[in-house]
């Protein structure tokens, strides 16, 4: 081959149905079968030096079912050139070359920020640097004198990148209808407070009016139309406020837990000094985290334990623990607990296992706390029984060095 920067190569190939034309090099054609399914298109970008090479390459993926339409390149100015100005669906790299290494491909393709497969071929490769190709990102690696498994390698190659490209569709639609039922919730919730606020202000000069002044049944419905549109506002208020979990897109920072929990603590100290509760608590570690939401975990669970009592006043216990470079938090508490069977039904956003009447609330706090946890790249769950107290646990993911923290009581 010529010493040019970039040659294309578009190889005679056989056409299913005509027996009479077959390329001289294809020994795998065979005219009398035109029923058989014709051969694959591909488009490849070939590092290769060697003419002699590049057709035994070439014969190889038609042998294997191939229609190969290919640039061959023998420099990395010409690759990166070539990559960014043309689609394909393979590299095949020769891995050493005069003045460059195939590997250099993989680090082009990176800086450029396209996802191509690369299958390495080498006349000799030891297990030590087949081994790296792997890691570096290489998709498969092929001996020249084994390039019976260059089209099974590059057939898996390009069925992994489609799979690939799917699932990244599959994440993009997922994000984006996840944005757009955000927005729409907030823009109904923001929308219909205004209308709700006049309804219930309304409702309520009605009952203050007139209470006493009409009969027994209108003094009832009156009560009932402003018990809906106070609780209506509630809901329409709460639903704002989980469109609105991650939605301001505040960097995260490093935050002291300690801080976090007397800044819930602090929300709660009406709640906590009326029903005698007794907090016992470790010393909390510092994570990478947004304060205000993370306080709001905290505050949502304690209250949770606060509400949902038993007889004896509440005793809740904080702490947490590196595990496999992930902070567990869990608080503890001494109350009604709940059943196993409903352990994941809690989380969901408006559902409650108990009437209001029983215990006051939307239903929402459990569904915030879980949002705010996955978005930190954490999980929620709960350890419990009906009768015994629940241990609420969350994790944050341990980010740089862990910090070295005593955890005594």
Not at 92 to 102: E, I, R, T, V
Not at 111 to 124: A, C, H, N, T
Not at 267 to 294: F, K, W, Y
């Amino acid at each position: 081959m010529n010493n040019s920067t970039a040659a294309t190569l578009k190889p005679q190939l056989y056409e299913p149905g005509d027996g009479a034309r077959r390329h001289p090099n294809d020994d795998n054609v065979a005219g009398s079968r035109p029923s058989l399914p014709g051969p694959t298109k591909l488009r490849a970008l070939v590092v290769e030096d060697s003419d002699a090479d590049l057709e035994f390459l070439v014969r190889a993926l038609r042998k294997g079912g191939f229609e190969p339409d290919i640039d061959v390149v023998q420099s990395a100015a010409d690759f990166a050139d070539r990559v960014c100005k043309n689609r394909y669906e393979i590299v095949l790299a020769d891995y050493g070359l005069p003045g460059w290494n195939g590997m250099e491909t993989l680090e082009i393709l990176r800086r450029e920020g396209l996802d191509i497969p690369v299958v390495m071929v080498s006349g000799s490769m030891g297990e030590i640097k087949a081994v790296e190709c792997i890691k570096q990102g290489a998709a498969d690696y092929v001996l020249k004198d084994h390039l019976t498994r260059l089209p099974h390698a590059v057939r898996r190659a390009v069925a992994d990148k489609q799979l690939r490209d799917e699932h990244r569709r599959s994440q993009e639609d997922l994000a984006r209808s996840n944005r757009d039922l955000e927005q729409f919730a907030y823009v109904a919730s923001h929308d219909l407070q205004e209308p709700l606020r006049m309804v219930a202000t309304y409702t309520q000069l009605l009952a203050e009016r007139y209470r006493g002044k009409l009969d027994e049944n209108a003094d009832k419905y009156i009560h009932y139309a402003v018990d809906g549109a106070l609780r209506m506002q509630t809901l329409v208020h709460d639903l704002l406020a989980f469109s609105r979990v991650g939605s301001k897109g505040t960097a995260l920072k490093l935050t002291d837990c300690n801080a976090v929990v007397e800044a819930a603590l602090k929300n709660l100290h009406v709640a906590v000094q009326e029903s005698g509760t007794q907090i016992i608590r470790s010393n909390l570690p510092s994570v990478l985290a947004d304060s205000s939401q993370l306080t709001q975990v905290f505050q949502n669970l304690l209250g949770n334990a606060i509400k949902f009592r038993g007889a004896a006043p509440p005793v809740i216990r904080i702490r947490g623990e590196l595990v496999a470079r992930e902070w567990v938090f869990s608080i503890a508490d001494n109350g009604i607990g709940i059943a196993p069977e409903q352990a994941d039904i809690i989380f969901v956003i408006f559902k409650r296992l108990h009437t209001r009447t029983e215990y006051p609330g939307s239903g929402i706090g459990l569904a915030i706390c879980k949002k705010i946890v996955e978005q930190h790249g954490g999980r929620i769950w709960v350890e419990s029984e009906a009768g015994l107290g629940s241990t609420f646990k969350f994790t944050i993911p341990a980010g740089g060095e862990p910090e070295e923290i005593d955890f005594l009581e």
